[in-house]
């Protein structure tokens, strides 16, 4: 209280907000402070004050971040926030900022073939990709023969610029850094599937990661999968930014919602949203990097106490359990279609076998096969596998 700025801020805060909490008090201790009414907006005057803001966020507060400039951060905090006071926020932020111009440039991190499609969207939309990064090649097939990820294939046939690292850190930073030679890139992160430690994202200086689920719900691997087994009706995609110590903790920068089709499977639904997502992605790169003005990120802190979390799943939990309702049998079908397969053992002739249930739908209630395929064999309906093997018996119910 000996402090003059902090009793001056102290005092300040008693007046416009009597009934104050732990992180206001937290948040006296840094930065420029303005009020507008009720509503408080602060300013960072370092990159390590511009970190604790981001840390001290509530899910109601705003964060706002320089997207094509150099500047501070800036956190509002108010009961209803409005245009009037972000407007008042950006203002804040040129005024304490150089307005020097970064010159926009991406370097995009991914893997799979979910990463090949957002790739593709942000190169159609002639988005400057400096560099790709990618997983190194890893065993596979039943040769075991090193095959590089579906991303380095993409980019190797249309000769984009690529490093594969095992493991990101100073070592491969240095490596990436002499390589690409530039400052701040925008960083853009679509299923890369390795940690992003937090030296690359200051490097970075922003690094977006493109997700499948409505975050806080779903963070980490299989988002999808868990969103159709635990029976949502809804499903979405989250542009966030990178936290480099919690896996999709980061703020968000938009969400969009969809409804969940009947019977549609893991693939169908993931194809959907990073067709969305990429849309969005491509979108808010107009409005930001790509201005002649200077633009800003928004973004909210996620409420990390409703967080669900969907970790890697092992192929075991692809078996069906025949004692489960055909609701919940239905649904393991549908995520785990198209990989691993949701699966079953049936004995042909004294021999058990794998079954895999790929496709089926609900009849009053009741599980009705549609398409299935024994270990060995091609996909097939139920009705010519039931004429190709009629004495054998399932413990699904049949038609």
Not at 174 to 194: D, H
């Amino acid at each position: 209280m000996t402090e003059k700025e902090f009793a001056k801020k102290l005092f300040e805060l008693q007046e416009k907000k009597p009934r104050f909490n732990g992180s206001d008090i937290a948040l006296l201790k840094i930065g420029r402070h303005f009020w507008q009414a009720a509503t408080k907006i602060i300013i960072g005057r370092s990159k390590q004050e511009n970190e604790i803001l981001e840390k001290l966020a509530l899910p109601k507060d705003i964060l706002i971040e320089p997207a094509n400039f150099a500047g501070p951060s800036a956190l509002i905090r108010g009961k209803k926030i409005g245009q009037e006071n972000i407007i008042k926020a950006k203002k804040l932020i040129k005024k304490y900022s150089k307005l020097k111009k970064i010159p926009p440039k991406i370097v995009f991190f991914g893997s799979n073939q979910e990463s090949v499609e957002t790739l593709k969207a942000l190169l159609n939309s002639k988005a400057p990709i400096k560099l790709v990064i990618t997983q190194p090649d890893r065993p596979s097939g039943r040769g075991q023969k090193p095959t590089p990820t579906a991303l380095a294939e993409f980019c190797q046939k249309k000769q984009i610029k690529i490093l594969k690292w095992t493991k990101l850190n100073a070592d491969s930073l240095e490596k990436t850094q002499k390589k690409l030679k530039t400052k701040l890139p925008l960083g853009i992160v679509s299923v890369y599937g390795n940690l992003i430690p937090k030296i690359w994202l200051e490097w970075c200086g922003m690094i977006l990661v493109l997700h499948p689920s409505l975050l806080p719900r779903w963070r980490w691997s299989a988002p999808v999968i868990k969103t159709i087994l635990s029976e949502n009706r809804f499903g979405g995609i989250s542009i966030i930014k990178l936290d480099p110590k919690k896996m999709d903790a980061g703020p968000i920068i938009i969400q969009k919602k969809t409804k969940i089709k009947t019977n549609e499977t893991t693939g169908e639904l993931t194809q959907r949203l990073f067709k969305k997502g990429n849309k969005e992605l491509v979108a808010i790169l107009e409005k930001t990097i790509y201005s002649k003005n200077p633009s800003f990120w928004l973004m909210k802190a996620q409420n990390h106490s409703r967080a669900t979390f969907a970790p890697r799943f092992d192929k075991s939990e692809a078996e069906i359990n025949w004692l489960k309702s055909p609701e919940k049998i239905l649904n393991q079908i549908r995520a785990f279609n198209p990989f691993p397969g949701a699966y079953t053992l049936v004995k042909i002739k004294n021999k058990k076998m794998r079954f895999k249930i790929w496709r089926g739908h609900l009849e009053n209630g009741k599980l009705i096969l549609d398409e299935v395929q024994l270990e060995g064999k091609n996909r097939v309906s139920w009705q010519q596998f039931k004429t190709a093997y009629p004495t054998t018996k399932l413990p699904a119910p049949e038609k």
